[in-house]
């Protein structure tokens, strides 16, 4: 069982469609991290989501974070293929000092 | 992401011998962190370590594996006997003086594929 869940594992999409990726836990953060991978590469932070309902916005991107710090979300409209990748949420916890990962969503858009 | 360095990003090895990955850390960071991820799954925390000191290992396998961050040079992963289960891409990462909980940014390297035959 992992610390942090994400649904769905995988998802397969037309181009122009919307889409949400959800991460959730029972445990609370002090703060979150949504992370994109492409194969063969590093992690590369999109944003940290640090305050209970915290909404932030990077182009179609949208991520909010819960009211109890316990669970978020990735919303993307009218996704495009090079938003294929795989998507990763991290949590720091408040008695902790390292990231905890989720399992990760992997996102096809098709042209 | 490119700040952290590390190497090889390819590593072929074959059962029983030993790998070492190694990681210089972004300038002034003085934070290091260990994750493995397994193919079509996400990453998992290994160890953290600070300038000499491991501060969290308890990711860590406790036969094997081991890491150290020296006063001087990079943080080195090292796995010692390796087997198929090894295989897996490791990712670097680090972050400044006073680490992830404060709210500061970790930044990752581009991972260490181990590929073991």
């Known amino acids: 069982t992992q610390l942090l869940e994400q649904s769905p594992q995988f998802l397969s999409i037309q181009e122009g469609e919307n889409l949400t990726v959800y991460c959730n836990s029972s445990?609370?953060?002090?703060?979150l991290q949504w992370y994109r991978q492409e194969p063969g590469e590093g992690p590369v932070l999109l944003v940290t989501v640090v305050t209970g309902g915290e909404v932030k916005k990077l182009k179609r991107l949208t991520f909010q974070f819960g009211d109890a710090r316990k669970d978020s979300s990735l919303h993307i409209t009218a996704a495009q293929p090079g938003d294929t990748g795989l998507y990763l949420c991290?949590?720091?916890?408040?008695?902790?000092?390292?990231?905890?990962f989720g399992g990760g969503t992997r996102l096809m858009v098709k042209p | 992401n490119a700040g952290v360095m590390q190497n090889p990003r390819h590593l072929v090895r074959r059962r029983g011998q030993e790998a070492r990955l190694r990681c210089s850390p972004m300038k002034g960071h003085s934070h290091v962190y260990w994750y493995r991820q397994l193919p079509e799954e996400g990453l998992k925390f290994m160890v953290y370590?600070?300038?000499?000191?491991?501060?969290?290992e308890s990711g860590m396998p406790k036969e094997r594996f081991s890491a150290e961050f020296p006063k001087e040079g990079p943080s080195i992963l090292r796995i010692q006997q390796v087997v198929r289960g090894d295989s897996a891409a490791y990712f670097c990462?680090?972050?400044?003086?006073?680490?992830?909980?404060?709210?500061?940014?970790?930044?990752f390297g581009e991972g260490s594929w181990l590929t073991v035959v």
């Open positions: 370590l600070q300038k000499e000191n491991i501060i969290d």
């Open positions: 445990s609370v953060f002090s703060s």
């Open positions: 991290a949590g720091v916890m408040d008695a902790g000092n390292m990231l905890t």
């Open positions: 990462a680090s972050s400044p003086s006073t680490g992830v909980l404060s709210g500061n940014t970790i930044y």
